[in-house]
């Protein structure tokens, strides 16, 4: 079946503990991307990928790493979180950068920073 | 570019027709008018994508006109299931805050 799937689903932790939340996608496609979800401010874009190793900045970038050292896989990084970092994370995928702007969403990462 | 303007809310009633219309006056010559629907806690998910006159799936139609400075979301026969933010994209993947579509019994 084709997905995105994103690990863990909840997360909890403490500030400035770092964490990592994997996404991988089974679809071979080259664009994927991280989004938060805060309410009121609608899907933000954190970053974004075009291919193996190209990785750019989106809307909200301050506070992620990112890296895509394989087409399947594009982890995000929380070096040191903060809890204006509390939020809900989906990461998506799509066949490439041009054409359709259909995406593929993962089912969401639900973290708490306290 | 371009920004989309569309109704913070709506209501229905099963079994009815349901029509979000978004605005995007600026919108380029190459881009696409994209929707997306999403139920709470999940990701959103692709309906439907259009450039120009009307597109028509499984789920929606996409209405068009000819200046392409709007669009028209139409959702036939909505059920309780439709219940769900709708979010108008044009040219790019930046998401607004969308339409609230609360269907009632």
């Known amino acids: 079946e084709a997905q995105v799937t994103q690990n863990p689903r909840y997360l909890i932790t403490v500030t400035g503990k770092k964490l990592t939340v994997t996404c991988s996608q089974n679809?071979?496609?080259?664009?994927m991307s991280w989004y938060r979800q805060d309410p009121g401010l609608g899907l933000r874009q954190i970053y974004y990928?075009?291919?193996?190793?190209?990785?750019d900045k989106g809307d909200v970038p301050e506070g992620y790493k990112v890296s895509r050292k394989e087409k399947r896989n594009f982890p995000l990084i929380l070096e040191s979180p903060s809890p204006n970092q509390t939020s809900l994370y989906f990461c998506?995928?799509?066949?490439?950068?041009?054409?359709?702007?259909?995406?593929?969403f993962g089912p969401g990462t639900r973290l708490t920073v306290t | 570019l371009a920004k989309t303007t569309q109704p913070i809310s709506m209501d229905s009633y099963e079994g009815q027709e349901v029509n979000i219309t978004c605005s995007h006056n600026?919108?380029?010559?190459?881009?696409?008018i994209t929707w997306y629907q999403q139920f709470p806690s999940q990701g959103p998910r692709f309906i439907i994508q259009?450039?120009?006159t009307k597109v028509t799936n499984e789920v929606a139609s996409l209405f068009i006109p000819a200046d392409r400075k709007s669009s028209t979301l139409s959702l036939p026969r909505v059920s309780l299931s439709d219940t769900a933010v709708y979010y108008c994209?044009?040219?790019?993947?930046?998401f607004g805050t969308g339409t609230r579509l609360q269907v009632f019994p």
């Open positions: 990928s075009m291919n193996v190793e190209v990785t």
């Open positions: 998506a995928s799509r066949p490439n950068a041009g054409g359709s702007y259909e995406q593929y």
């Open positions: 259009g450039y120009k």
């Open positions: 600026n919108i380029a010559t190459n881009d696409y």
């Open positions: 679809m071979n496609h080259e664009y």
């Open positions: 994209l044009v040219g790019s993947l930046i």
